[in-house]
């Protein structure tokens, strides 16, 4: 694909995702960038591979309802730019790799499949009924704790990584990198909810009597650090974990 169709291309969906509700303005650009990258090198396989991730995970996010997992205020809106880059980078930064040898696909596959198989865990974990423990410990806690894992949200996990690796099939990638991202998704998925667990920042709001990720509460209070490093939010955690993800895949390769 030429890099002035994919600029539009990318521009032009961003825009939609914009309209529907899926990303806030700095989310749309960071959007265009990535997909503009993945257009332009990864043509129509590597737009099948953007597509699977981005539109599971926005209708899971923004369709499947709320039922038991209220969305903070700032993900109704959206997803920011921060998010956009922290899920999307190193699939862009796969498409740029793609230049020099074959060995981008498995990046570009690796990052999306660790980046939807912990999409879809978040989502369908979240809203199950199941217990929910930490990772490390075992301790039970609340559904949408960092690092806790629910049997549902293991399994989903496993299907997200699974699919994108069946995606890249669909699309002719070699099944060795399919594989390979399959692969790199799972390692990439226990890697964030490790690191979830461990040094993720967890802050704590006594006016809602809530844990949560963020410094600043939804309803506007000063959350209190609870664990973790505290300038490691979720976005950073993501971003370290489709890194690695994609770093597997690669090795795998
Ligand atoms: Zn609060």
Request: one cysteine or more; hydrophobic letters at 50%.
């Amino acid at each position: 694909m030429t890099v002035l169709v994919a600029v539009a291309l990318s521009t032009g969906l961003a825009l939609v995702g914009r309209a529907i509700g899926w990303l806030t303005p700095r989310g749309t650009i960071a959007a265009a960038l990535v997909g503009a990258a993945i257009f332009a090198a990864g043509g129509v396989p590597g737009a099948a591979l953007l597509a699977m991730f981005f539109v599971s995970g926005s209708a899971l996010t923004y369709r499947l309802g709320t039922s038991r997992f209220q969305l903070p205020q700032a993900e109704r809106r959206g997803r920011t730019g921060r998010q956009v880059l922290a899920n999307g980078g190193w699939a862009a930064v796969g498409a740029l790799l793609l230049v020099v040898g074959d060995g981008g696909w498995a990046v570009m596959a690796g990052a999306l499949a660790t980046a939807q198989a912990d999409t879809w865990a978040t989502e369908i974990g979240t809203r199950s009924t199941q217990p929910t423990r930490l990772i490390t410990s075992g301790r039970p806690v609340t559904p949408g704790t960092s690092g806790g894992v629910s049997p549902p949200g293991t399994v989903a996990g496993l299907l997200g990584a699974a699919g994108m690796g069946g995606v890249a099939l669909l699309v002719g990638l070699p099944s060795s990198a399919a594989m390979a991202a399959t692969a790199g998704g799972i390692i990439g998925m226990l890697a964030d909810s490790i690191l979830g667990a461990t040094i993720q920042g967890v802050y704590y709001c006594g006016r809602c009597a809530a844990q949560t990720e963020r410094a600043v509460h939804h309803c506007g209070e000063r959350a209190r650090p609870v664990r973790g490093l505290r300038w490691l939010g979720n976005d950073g955690v993501n971003f370290v974990a489709t890194g690695l993800g994609a770093a597997v895949a690669l090795a795998l390769y």
